[in-house]
């Protein structure tokens, strides 16, 4: 689940690049507005949603027991963020697309209850 909002995510930001751009851009501003405060608001609660799907995760056994979750959430997110970034300063906007599958494996194998064990196409351990 949490790789296909991750998935959703970079292919809405690789979509309608502008979005990324107006929100870093609101969100450089020093002073309170509108918009700052509904990116902040947007953020906190796709977090909250976030550590409830990594909690679940644990339960399930999927993820690691003792993981941080808060930290977990903000990861996710900042993988996200990270790869706008990259792409945004590429002009690029598929480059994030590229790059997706390999971060959330990453990000997987860290999270992940059992090791999870990179493969070669040929289906052999790595």
Do not use: K
């Not at 509108?34 to 947007?42: C, E, I, K, T």
């Not at 003792?66 to 963020?81: E, N």
């Not at 590429?90 to 860290?110: C, E, K, N, T």
Request: one cysteine or more.
């Amino acid at each position: 689940a949490l790789e296909a909002v991750f998935l959703a995510h970079i292919g809405f930001a690789a979509e309608y690049p502008g979005v990324p751009r107006i929100v870093f851009g609101e969100l450089q501003r020093n002073e309170a507005s509108a918009s700052r405060h509904v990116v902040q608001n947007l953020l906190r609660q796709y977090g909250q949603r976030l550590q409830q799907w990594l909690a679940q995760g644990q339960a399930q056994g999927q993820v690691a027991p003792g993981t941080d979750l808060a930290a977990a959430s903000a990861l996710l997110v900042g993988m996200v963020q990270g790869l706008v970034m990259q792409s945004v300063l590429a002009g690029d906007a598929g480059l994030m697309r590229a790059q997706a599958p390999a971060a959330f494996a990453l990000y997987r194998r860290a999270i992940a209850a059992q090791p999870v064990v990179p493969s070669c196409p040929d289906g052999e351990p790595a």
